[in-house]
């Protein structure tokens, strides 16, 4: 069983950075594919970007292309999501997920807690 725990989250302004990092236990992500989602409050789980087993495919929703990347560390134990001019509309939690099936848009098998980021204007 994979345990993912998420860090890095805060309060920002817009146009500021942050980077997010997922960190698995009892489990890395050299053999699954892991994925940011974020839900902003009232509204649905949000695809934000994922990160193919082999790390050299990625999937970024088109409000975050050019200003968020995801990548991995050397032992695929932790996952990041580097964010960078952030706008309000970033705000929401965002959680790590890993082990998607039908690609890194479809199901995912784990799921982190999440961590806060809000964005003020």
């Known amino acids: 069983q994979v345990q993912l725990v998420e860090s890095g989250g805060g309060s920002v302004q817009g146009g500021d950075s942050l980077r997010l990092s997922c960190t698995a236990s009892?489990?890395?992500?050299?053999?699954?594919?892991a994925g940011w989602f974020r839900q902003a409050p009232g509204k649905e789980r949000e695809f934000v970007v994922g990160?193919?087993?082999?790390?050299?495919?990625?999937d970024y929703t088109d409000s975050v292309k050019g200003r968020f990347t995801i990548s991995r560390n050397s032992a695929k134990t932790t996952v990041y999501l580097q964010m960078n001019s952030l706008k309000p509309e970033d705000t929401g939690v965002y959680l790590c997920a890993a082990g998607w099936i039908g690609g890194p848009t479809g199901t995912y098998k784990y799921w982190g807690q999440g961590t806060q980021v809000t964005v003020s204007s």
């Open positions: 009892g489990g890395t992500f050299s053999s699954i594919g």
């Open positions: 990160i193919s087993v082999s790390g050299r495919t990625t």
